[in-house]
């Protein structure tokens, strides 16, 4: 029965990560954003983000948090969460869902640890920024 489910590859559709002026912290802070890349409409797009990993040989996680886009336009962006600094340093795992042309996708992105930096920055599309791509 499992091999009568298709579910279709992600193509064009990033979460990527970069840096904005946070006037909370009045410094440049990491962002998580939702790129869709394609000439498609993303209908009832849902991203569930967590971090984890090791830090001073300790298992760290934080909390499971949920953002839900009803709509997310061709060819634009949306802010999906703030990352602090200090969960830079562990792997942060976003799993998108979401429908298009009344199909369903699914991917989960991850930023290894420490690899959001300047350093491993490229091009966005769509935003015309230099980030980091969740693989």
């Given at each position: 029965?499992?091999?009568?489910?298709?579910?279709?590859?992600?193509?064009g559709?990033?979460?990527?990560?970069?840096?904005?002026?946070?006037d909370?912290?009045?410094?440049?802070?990491?962002?998580a954003?939702?790129?869709?890349?394609?000439?498609?409409?993303?209908?009832?797009?849902?991203?569930?983000?967590?971090?984890?990993?090791?830090?001073?040989?300790?298992?760290?996680?934080?909390?499971?948090?949920?953002?839900?886009?009803?709509?997310?336009?061709?060819?634009?962006?949306?802010?999906?969460?703030?990352?602090?600094?200090?969960v830079?340093?562990?792997?942060?795992?976003?799993?998108?869902s979401?429908?298009?042309?009344?199909?369903?996708?699914?991917?989960?992105?991850?930023?290894?640890?420490?690899?959001?930096n300047?350093?491993?920055?490229?091009?966005?599309?769509?935003?015309?920024?230099?980030?980091?791509?969740?693989?």
């Amino acid at each position: 029965m499992k091999k009568d489910i298709i579910i279709p590859k992600v193509e064009g559709v990033h979460i990527v990560a970069f840096q904005e002026w946070n006037d909370d912290f009045m410094e440049n802070s990491w962002y998580a954003y939702l790129i869709n890349d394609t000439d498609d409409l993303l209908e009832m797009a849902m991203v569930v983000s967590r971090a984890y990993g090791l830090i001073n040989g300790e298992e760290r996680k934080t909390g499971t948090f949920r953002h839900a886009f009803a709509k997310v336009e061709p060819r634009t962006a949306v802010k999906v969460e703030l990352l602090e600094n200090n969960v830079l340093q562990l792997n942060n795992e976003f799993m998108l869902s979401y429908f298009s042309n009344g199909q369903l996708y699914d991917k989960t992105f991850v930023f290894r640890v420490n690899t959001i930096n300047e350093k491993a920055t490229a091009d966005l599309p769509i935003i015309n920024k230099r980030g980091v791509f969740a693989n």
